[in-house]
Nanobody, 119 residues
Framework: QVKLVESGGGLVQAGGSLRLSCEAS??????????MGWYRQAPGKQRELVAT???????NYADSVKGRFTVSRDSVKNTVYLQMNSLNAEDTAVYSC???????????WGQGTPVTVSS
């Protein structure tokens, strides 16, 4: 079982910045996670991909966040980060950490951290 602990969400004014962090851990083994990243779900909308980063450093971003958000990872710490700049009201959502572990062929999700952007 993989445990994900997120931090960094909160309330920010439009144009501001936030940094999300998510640390993954497993009690019985050493993790080598293939893909780490973030999804978000706004009120009344479906969950959508924000950004992911693979173990080789390949990144993928939603068009709506390109140029504003940066995903990065520390594979030693099994931690993924999301630096969010130039936030706007449309970025208001619950942001959930996502990891995929090829050993179990499963995806794991964090509990979600809310981000609210006030205009």
């Amino acid at each position: 079982q993989v445990k994900l602990v997120e931090s960094g969400g909160g309330l920010v004014q439009a144009g501001g910045s936030l940094r999300l962090s998510c640390e993954a851990s497993a009690s019985t083994t050493t993790l080598r996670l293939n893909v780490m990243g973030w999804y978000r779900q706004a009120p009344g909308k479906q969950r959508e991909l924000v950004a992911t980063i693979a173990s080789d450093g390949y990144t993928n971003y939603a068009d709506s966040v390109k140029g504003r958000f940066t995903v990065s990872r520390d594979s030693v710490k099994n931690t993924v980060y999301l630096q969010m700049n130039s936030l706007n009201a449309e970025d208001t959502a619950v942001y959930s950490c996502y990891v995929f572990w090829a050993v179990t062929n499963k995806a794991y999700w964090g509990q979600g951290t809310p981000v609210t952007v006030s205009s």
